[in-house]
């Protein structure tokens, strides 16, 4: 409760929870029907969807490495920020006016991942606001921002649940997300601290470009960070698969897919929350191992249930896992460059580059191989080896 406390009432912290949650109203507009997009109204198909999965990521967490550093490097995190929400703007805007093939591949490959530096920068944003309280609390900062990115899944997704069960298009996700890419522009621009006029010490990092990227690729940290991406990549699997196996052929539908990842996300949101006092003391690597596996089990069974009544009951075991893999990393990986801010958000993003990498060779293989449920055991396997092998590493 203090968390949260903390940020309702620091007005930088308030700023990053309004964009943090802008943000996760956008992307769990756009990121459940990413696939079905692709693959069907498109007709990019299974395997021009793995590559614009695979070029999307790469182009993410290039951005966010280049943005991240360029923050250190200047401390202008405000005018980088601008930046990545003027690309999503972009990307949403002509989607919503000439929506074709290219317009989705030059879209989705390109622009929204640009715009994946503000998630980075608004967790440095935290980060350097939080150096004003106690250490004790910058967990639970931070578990109470990422909680805020999923707060949109339980009010957003269940509203476009009733569009679609009413007859609207999914392509109509690109408009909405048209306005709150505007809102979140307007947050920036108004709420944001300016850059130099911040009561806390922001100073420039000194470092060159290449010496911030050697810094990053030090193998202690390079390994983690790639362990941790095989985490990620069961939730990326999820999503991908999610619209794929709820289907009109068992009797899914879009409807279905939104209130399932609204549930999901709506059951974590409370896990977010109380994770840092429930957990105190118990170490971060042994945590992700147990949120991995319980996450698995949601994910190897999603295929198997999708057309049965206790495909709900999924639910509860993503939830509690994803809250465990979602919010307990950042810190982590925040600690491995204590000293760079920008730099130690934007390792989220290569966290997110090895999972994303690592969930389109699941997606390409396991649809060659046999089908999605293969695909989600692939998903699973990556995400507990990567669990365990930095469970083992972090406890020698």
């Known amino acids: 409760m203090s968390a949260i406390r903390l940020c309702l009432t620091d007005p930088a912290l308030r700023a990053a929870g309004i964009v943090m949650a802008l943000q996760g109203a956008v992307v769990c507009s756009f990121g459940p029907y990413f696939s079905t997009l692709a693959v069907h109204s498109f007709g990019f198909g299974d395997h021009g969807y793995a590559v614009l999965l695979a070029l999307s990521s790469l182009v993410s967490v290039s951005a966010s490495v280049v943005g991240g550093i360029r923050a250190d490097q200047t401390a ?3 005018q980088v920020t601008l930046i990545a929400v003027s690309s999503l703007l972009l990307g949403t805007f002509l989607m919503s006016v ?8 030059l879209t989705a490959a390109l622009l929204i991942p640009v715009s994946s530096i503000t998630f980075g920068q608004v967790f440095a944003l935290a980060r350097l606001a939080a150096t004003s309280y106690p250490p004790q609390d910058r967990d639970g900062i931070m578990a109470v921002i990422r909680a805020l990115f999923a707060a949109p899944f339980v009010v957003v997704l269940p509203l476009w649940s009733l569009a679609f069960a009413a007859g609207a298009k999914v392509t109509l996700i690109f408009p909405v997300a048209l306005l709150l890419t505007a809102l979140m522009l307007t947050a920036v621009l108004r709420l944001w601290p300016a850059d130099g ?6 100073r420039p990092s000194g470092l060159t470009f290449r010496a911030a990227l050697s810094e990053m690729g030090h193998p202690r940290i ?5 362990a941790l ?18 289907v009109p ?3 899914r539908g879009t409807q279905d897919v939104a209130l399932y ?20 003391g118990i170490p971060r690597t042994r945590l992700i191992l147990a949120g991995a596996a319980l996450y698995a089990v949601h994910v190897a069974l999603l295929p198997v249930l999708a057309a049965t009544p206790f495909v709900w009951l999924l639910v509860l075991p993503a939830a509690i896992g994803g809250a465990v893999t979602l919010t307990v990393p950042i810190a982590y990986l925040q600690d491995l460059l204590a000293d760079r801010p920008g730099a130690g958000a934007s390792l989220m993003a290569v966290q997110r580059l090895a999972g994303d990498a690592t969930a389109a060779t699941c997606f390409a293989l396991g649809t060659t191989l046999a089908g999605y449920g293969t695909v989600a055991l692939l998903g699973v396997a990556a ?7 930095l469970w083992a590493a972090d406890r020698r």
């Open 229 to 246: 991406g095989a985490v990620f990549s069961a939730s990326t699997v999820y999503m991908a698969i999610i619209s794929l196996v709820m």
């Open 261 to 280: 990842v609204g549930l999901v996300a709506g059951l974590e949101v409370p896990f977010m929350l109380l994770i840092p006092s429930l957990t105190r």
């Open 249 to 251: 052929e068992i009797g």
């Open 76 to 78: 202008n995190r405000r």
């Open 222 to 226: 390079a390994a983690r960070v790639i």
């Open 383 to 389: 995400s507990l080896i990567g669990a365990t092998a």
């Open 197 to 202: 006029s911040t009561p806390w010490d922001d």
């Open 98 to 105: 000439t929506p074709g093939p290219w317009v989705f591949a």
